[in-house]
């Protein structure tokens, strides 16, 4: 089988490629901006340069005899710069929708999230056919949610298309750890500070589903070999709490009502003091539970790892500074991120290379 994958050398992508490049009858096309070193899992993979935030590059020449696409690449970061989060997420969606359809991909796997559901109602566990029209005041999800309607247009157009949508929790691994401090830490702070919270200022209402990147590769493969259209909740149990990241963290947990919260993160985000804007909060506690019964007896999927094991690495992760040879993946030091915050700016404002 000939896949492409775009967004391949970042967090699912690494595990994606962990999985298939020992699959000696795929053929792996990586799609990025810039490649990775040629290391495990990263050196058996032919690499195509595209950026999908513009309008150029030959990503239907790219895709041309693939027997699948699986659309990984997303946006986190600069989130003072909506207009780029936009073009790459959505914009970049329908892009890589265009070039399936122009090089006749049979199957188009999409990676969309938990994200991209309507707030809850409660914490029961809510199916595949939840609304998806995400939590307004999140970019995050206003994107997640516009990329699905893409999705609702094209299995309209191209019922022969088979087109996989994949809704994971929120999805860790160790070596996503310098990658997670990037996106959430301002740049002088050191990984060392999470072995020295001692408060974790919260409301205890949070709730979240948590999910391993393997568990999350391990779903992909099976959809990609049994060719199965549809949505699939991903989720490990159990539901990650306010009170488990405080006890992961070894912190006492303090509750702070979810809206002193977010005014606390909206105001420092508006003094660029650090990367996470407000919508995160809202996101955080608006995310349904997932009921994973159809990606269980459709695709016989069951995580390997339980969502506390998954938080406690992660976390151990951005203690650690955990990274991989990829840009997306690299290495987190405070004299690095110094250097780029003058070169280049805060992370939430700065233009990519």
Do not use: C
Request: neutral net charge; hydrophobic residues 45%; aromatic residues 4%.
């Amino acid at each position: 089988m000939r896949i492409v994958i775009t967004g391949a050398s970042g967090n699912l992508g690494s595990a994606l490629l962990r999985r298939l490049t020992h699959q000696r009858e795929h053929t792996i096309v990586g799609v990025v901006r810039r490649s990775p070193d040629p290391v495990e899992p990263f050196d058996d993979v032919e690499w195509a340069h595209v950026d999908l935030s513009r309008e150029d590059g030959d990503l239907a020449g790219v895709l041309a005899g693939a027997d699948a696409v699986v659309h990984l690449a997303w946006g986190f970061q600069p989130t003072h710069r909506e207009d780029y989060l936009e073009s790459l997420g959505v914009g970049g969606t329908r892009r890589v929708i265009d070039a399936t359809m122009t090089a006749g991909v049979p199957h188009l796997v999409h990676m969309s999230s938990v994200g991209a559901y309507s707030p809850k109602s409660d914490n029961a566990p809510v199916d595949e056919t939840w609304p998806t029209n995400g939590v307004p005041s999140s970019m995050y999800s206003r994107h997640k949610a516009a990329a699905e309607r893409l999705l609702d247009r094209l299995e309209g157009e191209a019922p022969d298309l088979v087109v996989t949508r994949l809704r994971p929790g929120i999805v860790g691994q160790r070596k996503a750890g310098s990658a997670l401090l990037r996106y959430g830490l301002p740049a002088v702070v050191p990984a060392s500070v999470l072995r020295h919270v001692p408060v974790l200022p919260l409301d205890r209402g949070l709730v979240i589903p948590m999910v391993h990147a393997d568990d999350v590769a391990d779903a992909i493969v099976r959809v990609l070999e049994a060719r199965v259209p549809g949505a699939f909740n991903l989720a490990a149990e159990p539901a990650v709490t306010a009170e488990l990241v405080a006890a992961v963290l070894g912190a006492r947990l303090v509750h702070v009502p979810a809206p002193a919260v977010r005014a606390a993160v909206a105001a420092s985000w508006h003094a660029r003091l650090q990367p996470i804007d407000a919508g995160w909060v809202d996101m955080a506690y608006a995310l349904p539970l997932l009921d994973t019964t159809r990606a269980t007896s459709e695709l016989g999927w069951r995580p390997s790892h339980d969502a506390v094991s998954v938080l406690q690495e992660t976390v151990q992760g951005m203690r650690e500074s955990e990274s991989d040879r990829s840009p997306v993946l690299r290495p987190r030091s405070v004299r690095g991120a110094l250097r780029e915050f003058v070169s280049r700016g805060p992370v939430s404002s700065r233009r990519t290379p």
